[in-house]
């Protein structure tokens, strides 16, 4: 039976913490501090006053133990006691009373890196409980070159965001002196972003000078805060990447203490050789990796989930550190050029968008899209069912927003052309900007990953707001609801997951996944992000016909000891900070 006397913060004395610059100096001083605090032992030890109280609530502290009722205590960015805390006087009292207090949700998958400078609320994230992202998917924000800043420019001049950094160094100052975030952004330095620094987005094997520059530049990020590496397989130029050069990478970030994320060379008919190539660079560079976005796309691949487990568990029963994440939903988003053959891609923008005006080169694509046996790339046009199960999800061109929300075969009739030139058309008036809705997975499959221990949660979607620069395209609800989804769907409706476990997959299961040493658990001395919801009434509101409305059922949420929603409501507060990884010097 649970004591009911508070636990202080010199539990931490016994919580070791490996000494880096970006954890080491404040382990110091929360020793110091403890000891200190130990020496009153025997004297009279005043009351603490604490700046925040969560007060009777029910505590699902992160590990998958059982709830218990207590309150937790805040003071600066810290949780400095949990248990028994009445009478104790605190600045701030919130009744969580028949509320759950839980660790911040960590969203493996964020993808807000850039949607966080033009909107730092971060809305739709906190509005789900989302205090922590990990992002940087293949091709990272950083680092870029002036043509890559060239590359990028029309989106930031759209939403009037000046690139004004070149490192990740550059762009986390950005994040602590100017943009200052609602949420926690860490992000992984991606193998296509430093081999479109090196060798361009061009389908070439990187030659050995490539590839010594591409592992300085991993090198340097990692110094920087990165918390490893990162690929994104399916796509232009990641694909380009042979498994050799993955691996080196890899040793570079190993080196430093990171780990390895990759989004599937196939998630479809090839998802078995792609799972292979993702433990050989386990294997060879010795790191601990994870599988974006675990899936099994298309009606020919459906019901592959327990056996796509089965492997998991069989790598890691021969020594493999390997895991998985995933959405809870059955429809995937990408680039609507994604539908596209993968030679059409390659390149620049500009050479896709000259491809597609070419009248020569049109009838190949064409009949490409439609081929059922092709090899060589995703064929997400066939596989998503062709026009039926593609559907435009946002679009850069204002002129072009009517067609959101349509499918391809909508927009093939409004614009009285087949479909397949509608979306050739579409990706040239928007330069290649345009995110697509794909129809790609079963229930059954995600529900059976969502219920296995070794898979964490993510968004794959970046914040989103129902006011302001980020509300004026549609998008994902999976950028709106995955953690509420979850909570209000999975754990209270169908009882797929005990509460206690699903907020373990959303905390400290991707915490320890990545090295956030000090966020995931509720204990004296952790980082002060706490979610507090109602559990009776969290659920997802946004849908994928109307998508653009937070979930409800969160009521409080701190981000390092601050409110950056109170009643439901967000408020002013911008308290999120960088996340560096184990490199950082």
């Not at 860490?186 to 090196?198: E, Q, S, W, Y």
């Not at 694509?365 to 559907?391: C, R």
């Not at 850069?396 to 909508?410: A, F, P, V, W």
């Not at 000090?518 to 009776?536: E, Q």
Request: glycine share 10%; charged share 25%; aromatic share 6%.
């Amino acid at each position: 039976m649970r004591s009911a006397v508070a636990w202080q913060s010199g539990s931490m004395l016994a919580m070791p913490i490996p000494f880096t610059r970006s954890t080491g100096w404040r382990a110091i001083s929360i020793a110091a501090t403890l000891l200190a605090s130990l020496s009153l032992t025997g004297a009279q030890a005043p009351v603490p006053s604490y700046d925040v109280l969560i007060a009777g609530g029910r505590v699902v502290d992160g590990t998958g133990a059982p709830w218990f009722r207590g309150d937790v205590a805040l003071t600066g960015d810290r949780i400095v006691a949990i248990g028994d805390l009445r009478g104790r006087p605190a600045r701030v009292r919130v009744d969580a009373t028949g509320l759950i207090v839980a660790p911040g949700f960590i969203d493996m998958l964020g993808q807000s890196e850039f949607n966080v400078l033009v909107d730092g609320r971060a809305a739709s994230k906190i509005t789900q409980g989302v205090t922590t992202e990990i992002t940087g998917e293949g091709v990272s924000i950083a680092p870029v070159n002036d043509r890559m800043i060239q590359a990028a420019k029309p989106g930031w001049d759209h939403f009037g965001v000046v690139q004004d950094f070149t490192t990740l160094a550059g762009y986390f100052t950005r994040l602590e002196t100017r943009s200052k975030p609602a949420i926690n952004i860490g992000t992984f330095v991606g193998l296509g972003g430093v081999r479109d620094f090196v060798i361009g987005r061009d389908n070439k094997p990187a030659t050995a000078a490539d590839l010594e520059q591409m592992k300085k530049l991993v090198a340097d990020a990692m110094e920087q805060g990165a918390l490893g590496l990162s690929s994104s397989l399916q796509y232009v130029p990641d694909r380009y990447a042979s498994v050799d050069e993955t691996v080196e990478l890899a040793r570079v970030a190993r080196r430093y203490g990171g780990v390895y994320l990759t989004h599937q060379r196939s998630e479809s008919g090839a998802i078995f050789e792609s799972m292979d190539e993702a433990f050989q660079v386990a294997e060879r560079a010795q790191i601990p990796t994870e599988i974006w976005h675990l899936k099994t796309a298309y009606k020919a691949n459906w019901g592959r989930m327990p056996d796509v487990l089965k492997r998991i568990e069989a790598a890691r029963a021969r020594g493999l550190d390997v895991s998985a994440n995933q959405y809870p939903y059955t429809r995937a988003s990408n680039d609507l050029d994604s539908c596209l053959p993968l030679w059409v891609r390659e390149g620049t923008d500009e050479q896709m968008i000259a491809r597609l005006k070419d009248p020569s080169l049109r009838e190949r694509i064409k009949k490409e899209m439609d081929d059922p046996n092709v090899t060589g790339w995703e064929n997400q046009w066939y596989g998503s069912g062709g026009a039926d199960g593609v559907m435009v999800a946002s679009v850069l061109n204002k002129d072009l927003r009517k067609y959101e929300g349509m499918t391809l075969t909508q927009v093939g009739q409004a614009m009285g052309k087949d479909a397949r030139d509608a979306l050739m058309d579409l990706v040239i008036a928007d330069q290649g900007q345009t995110a697509c809705i794909i129809s790609i997975m079963t229930e059954d499959d995600v529900r059976t990953a969502l219920k296995h221990p070794l898979v964490s949660i993510d968004t794959d979607s970046g914040a989103k707001a129902e006011d302001g620069r980020l509300s004026e395209s549609r998008s994902h609800p999976r950028a709106w609801g995955t953690f509420a989804r979850i909570l209000g769907k999975y754990v209270r409706e169908e009882k797929l997951l005990t509460l206690e476990e699903a907020v373990r997959k959303m905390t400290s299961r991707p915490a320890a996944r990545v090295g956030l040493l000090d966020r995931g658990i509720l204990r004296p001395g952790m980082a002060a992000d706490i979610t507090v919801f109602d559990p009776m009434t969290i659920r997802d509101v946004s849908t994928f016909e109307d998508p653009n409305h937070y979930s409800v059922g969160v009521k409080h949420v701190f981000v390092n000891g601050r409110a950056v929603v109170t009643d439901g409501r967000i408020t002013t507060e911008r308290p999120g900070r960088p996340l560096r990884g184990p490199g950082y010097r």
